[in-house]
């Protein structure tokens, strides 16, 4: 619920748990006045007058320099008092950059504001849009912010129109900017690399600047899109927090600016490093939007806020919530060594073990024997796939299976007849020699030819072939920044141009081809985002599938994920990437936890292993619905404990699914309380696998015994409520 109140000049929005306080002052400057736990009353006005609020009637009337640097300002200005980091930044005709940013209007309305050619929130909801307008230059910028009753998410963008008659040199365009109550807090950061993605790291956070990027072009292994804020005293289920996240997948920053008077100042969006946006007159430049949380449960709180609100407005509606497809993916299992032979092996043995799609994975087109040709020649291989796709595809139908297929739409191989035919169509910059990422080159997205190119080349297959699920996967960063179409003063569009040109396509071919399932990939979950949700209702969440290192890459990505937005797969031992060793049953039960799959021979594992394949699945379909729409709760922490563990609960508190791992022997385990999470404390429930029953608060409170298992055994119990 969004109020205004017309004699302090205030606003006041209210979610789920939250309340987001903001007013106008005596000069006309949008300061943050609240932003923490629901007040139900909404009455924070007596604070208007006491934060930050020393600026006179008239700006210019005082020495401003200090003022400014204390102003919770909602929206940061450059060069007139205020030394923080500015929101927007432009540069006129004449070299001037200064800004000062006054309110001029603001608009209440239902729904969520209309956002073309991005990712963002769908619907339902209530906006305040608010004018700002810039005292030097015609130029007004309209702050969104979104909220709804039911959710504990705050939308934002800002949108900077050009009302002038020159164009503006755009230098940074954030989506938001926000003050937290002054306090000692920590940092919380996801970062990692191929394989490793988002590990969890939490430290001190100083004055001055602390910044999370990427420039690699997309949302990254190596930093995600996200900041948490915690306060000292926060931990996995209490004290208070904020997070924030992007919905965007291409180069982002986020930043903390402590200033010297202790305010904290979070903002950030499209990254501004080599940016810049020509905005002519009269035109408007759209920020992606950011998601906004706070919680007083603890960074569990945060992640069961941030998973429904990408579940309610991010995930397609009709994808969210439908069962998705158990495959085999044949990529581990073959890599680019297979023949129809060796697929139909797999495929014969998935039918018969319950799976429902096979995905053919890298390949299957052009001349792709390896990873250094064929990329861009989107049609079947037909000295490796005899009778082409058809030939796969009929063998599916026949032994009762549906069929995936995996794309890299966005690259090249110069060994393609594509590169052969349009060398200028890939990224690079006339007259040097490119820069290459796993022998290949990336497509210039900024160019509408190209996203047609590939739009028809990909609707070509998806319309000749019973084709049910697209994996679409981005095996490499991006390098040069740089459009051989771009005009010269144009080149710092090129990144955001990209993600863009990336957008198109994937809004394209999804509303082309509603009934295809489409998963998203970049090389493991290099581009694991909230954008990409939009699109893709899961994404493959690692090349690393090890029962082991799995349960830290699993449980970083919860922070900011549903689980269900997590594809989890089944792998061979000794693991491909790590070397190691687990049970099959742990793998089973890790990939339990999220969209599960395989992506192993199932022609070459043993009878003991296939009868524990048909046992995973009739297990998962137990489960799948709490996967889909339950409450992760994190009980035991991989990175610091010598157990995962983790449950999920139904929304109405009448089931619960817990799986956890033991890593190693350890004698001190012998008495360790695994306190449960999330149950309601006056249900009488029974933990089916234990013959345990009692009522939620004893299991929450006074636990159960942590099972004692060999090295990297596995776990699973499953509760009902019986009264
Ligand atoms: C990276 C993906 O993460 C893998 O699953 C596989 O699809 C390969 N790319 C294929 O090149």
Redesign the pocket.
């Given at each position: 619920m969004i109020k205004y109140d017309n004699q302090r000049k205030s606003f006041i929005l209210t979610g789920k748990d939250f309340t987001y306080a903001l007013y106008v002052n005596r000069a006309g400057f949008l300061q943050n006045l609240y932003y923490g736990a629901k007040i139900a009353d909404n009455d924070v006005g007596y604070l208007i007058g006491h934060i930050g609020n020393t600026v006179s009637p008239d700006p210019d009337s005082i020495n401003m320099d200090m003022l400014f640097d204390g102003m919770p300002s909602e929206c940061g200005f450059y060069g007139r008092g205020d030394y923080r980091e500015p929101t927007v930044l432009y540069t006129r005709s004449d070299g001037s950059a200064m800004s000062r940013f006054r309110y001029l209007s603001y608009r209440i309305y239902c729904g969520v504001p209309e956002i073309k050619d991005m990712p963002h929130s769908r619907r339902g909801g209530q906006t305040l849009e608010i004018t700002l307008k810039d005292d030097f230059s015609p130029v007004e910028l309209v702050l969104n912010y979104t909220v709804w009753d039911n959710l504990n998410t705050l939308v934002r963008n800002i949108r900077i129109k050009n009302t002038g008659s020159e164009t503006l040199k755009i230098n940074r365009a954030f989506s938001f900017c926000t003050k937290l109550p002054e306090r000692n807090y920590r940092i919380m950061r996801l970062h990692g690399n191929w394989a490793k993605e988002r590990e969890v790291e939490v430290t001190h956070l100083g004055h001055g600047i602390t910044r999370l990027q990427t420039l690699r072009g997309v949302s990254s292994h190596q930093l995600h899109p996200f900041m948490g804020i915690l306060a000292e005293n926060c931990d996995e289920e209490t004290g208070e927090c904020y997070g924030v996240q992007l919905v965007y997948s291409g180069n982002y920053a986020l930043t903390a600016e402590i200033s010297n008077n202790g305010f904290l100042r979070l903002q950030g969006g499209i990254n501004d490093f080599n940016f810049n946006w020509h905005l002519v007159s009269g035109e408007y430049f759209e920020t992606p939007q950011a998601v906004i949380c706070y919680s007083d449960e603890g960074i569990g709180g945060l992640s069961r806020s941030f998973s429904d609100f990408l579940r309610e407005q991010i995930i397609a509606p009709d994808k969210v919530y439908a069962r998705r497809p158990i495959v085999v993916?044949n990529?581990?299992a073959t890599?680019f060594d297979f023949d129809n032979q060796k697929l139909f092996n797999i495929i014969g043995e998935a039918a018969a073990l319950g799976i429902d799609t096979f995905v053919l994975?890298?390949?299957w087109f052009g001349k792709r024997d390896g990873?250094n040709s064929g990329l861009g020649d989107w049609y079947a291989n037909q000295n490796k796939l005899k009778g082409g796709l058809k030939a796969v595809i009929d063998r599916c139908k026949h032994n009762g299976l549906k069929f995936g297929l995996?794309f890299?739409p966005e690259m090249i191989s110069e060994d393609s007849d594509l590169f052969r035919a349009h060398p200028d169509w890939a990224v690079c910059k006339t007259g040097t020699k490119p820069a290459r990422g796993?022998n290949q080159l990336v497509l210039d997205m900024t160019r509408s030819e190209i996203v047609d190119y590939i739009f028809n080349a990909v609707s070509k297959i998806l319309l000749e072939n019973d084709i049910s699920y697209v994996?679409w996967?981005f095996?490499r960063t991006l390098t040069e920044f740089y459009s051989q179409k771009l005009p010269a003063d144009r080149q710092g569009e090129f990144a955001h141009r990209f993600i863009l040109g990336t957008y198109k396509l994937a809004e394209r071919l999804t509303t082309a081809f509603p009934g295809v399932f489409f998963e998203g990939?970049?090389?493991?979950g290099g581009r694991f985002d909230a954008g990409v949700l939009y699109y893709f209702p899961q994404i493959?969440t690692?090349?690393d599938t090890d029962g082991y290192e799995r349960t830290k890459i699993q449980w970083g990505t919860s922070i900011c994920y549903p689980v269900s937005a997590m594809s989890c797969h089944v792998s061979v031992c000794p693991n491909h990437q790590t070397q190691r060793v687990t049970p099959f049953n742990t793998r089973g039960v890790i990939a339990s936890l999220g969209a599960t799959g395989y992506?192993i021979d199932l022609s070459k594992i043993s009878e003991q292993e296939k009868e524990q394949v048909v046992k995973q699945i009739a297990d998962y379909k137990k489960i799948d619905e709490l996967v889909l729409k339950g409450d992760l709760y994190r009980l035991s922490n991989p990175f610091d404990d010598n157990y995962f563990c983790v449950m999920i609960v139904g929304k109405d508190k009448m089931s619960a699914y817990v799986a956890g791992e033991r890593f190693r022997g350890d004698p001190a385990d012998r008495n360790r309380i695994l306190k449960l999470n999330g149950l309601a404390e006056d249900k009488t429930y029974i933990i089916e696998e234990l013959g345990i029953t009692a009522s939620g608060k004893a299991l929450c409170c006074a636990g159960i015994l942590f099972p004692r298992l060999p090295d990297y055994g596995a776990w699973t119990w499953h509760i009902k409520a019986v009264k």
């Open positions: 993916n990529w581990e890599y994975d890298d390949g990873d995996w890299e796993r994996k996967d095996n990939c970049a090389g493991g493959w690692s090349d992506e």
